[in-house]
């Protein structure tokens, strides 16, 4: 299948329910409305495409480009690729969860995160903080620079309540999965929380919540998974 061919097959698929509720998320259009669900499907049929998935998200359709990000193959991935992705990311769904994921499991995850969240374009530092995020959440403890990871975490507790609004979502996210997932930091990153208080988020004409960062933390404790890293960042 090529891309335009899978496209066809995405525009059957789609729901007008659920394409509501992804335009109450900020999903701009063209957008069909398919399900995460059904574009698993796709995505167990092709496993990974590194030039279909650039084809896909080239589309400018959420539901292709979405698709793009769980068919990536991360190891053929480039720099220039990724940030061509987020050029052209044209959400915060897209930026913060496929590109972010896809960034995070290349191995530019570090690199381009830390370049991103020194930007003064909110989209930008926001997909910054989502990729070191989900970075974190892979990366073992042995291989990340904890001094380093503490430095960002301060910064967090300094200026997140002045940052913008997704910046502040996203950071919010990092302070949650390091401690999470970053045993020797989890202690550290609750506590920090606790300084940081709650962040108010305008989260729009949606039912979401913002979770208070040690209450996140304390669950995933709760059941034991401290630590546990995962095999991807996709889902």
Not at 48 to 58: G, I, P
Not at 108 to 117: K, N, P, R, T, V
Not at 163 to 182: E, H, K, L, P, T
């Amino acid at each position: 299948m090529n891309a335009n061919e899978i496209v066809e097959q995405l525009r059957v698929l789609g729901k007008e329910s659920y394409k509501n509720v992804l335009l109450k998320h900020g999903i701009p259009e063209p957008v069909f409305g398919v399900s995460v669900e059904e574009l698993k499907k796709f995505q167990k049929q092709i496993k990974k495409n590194y030039q279909l998935a650039l084809d896909l998200f080239e589309t400018g359709i959420y539901d292709a480009m979405y698709l793009a990000g769980l068919i990536a193959d991360e190891k053929k991935m480039r720099k220039q690729d990724l940030q061509r992705w987020l050029a052209l990311a044209h959400c915060n769904s897209l930026r913060e969860y496929s590109v972010a994921w896809v960034t995070a499991d290349s191995g530019y995850g570090w690199e381009l995160g830390l370049e991103w969240i020194a930007s003064k374009e909110e989209a930008t530092a926001a997909t910054g903080w989502a990729s070191l995020a989900s970075w974190v959440a892979l990366m073992a403890d042995a291989d990340l620079d904890l001094a380093e990871l503490k430095i960002l975490l301060g910064h967090v507790r300094e200026t997140i309540h002045a940052q913008d609004n997704r910046v502040r979502s996203c950071m919010n996210g990092f302070v949650i999965a390091v401690g999470a997932y970053v045993a020797a930091l989890t202690e550290f990153s609750m506590e920090l929380g606790r300084q940081i208080g709650p962040v108010q988020i305008d989260v729009g004409d949606t039912a979401c919540k913002v979770p208070f960062s040690p209450d996140a933390i304390a669950k995933v404790q709760a059941r034991g998974s401290i630590g546990k890293k995962r095999k991807t960042s996709r889902c």
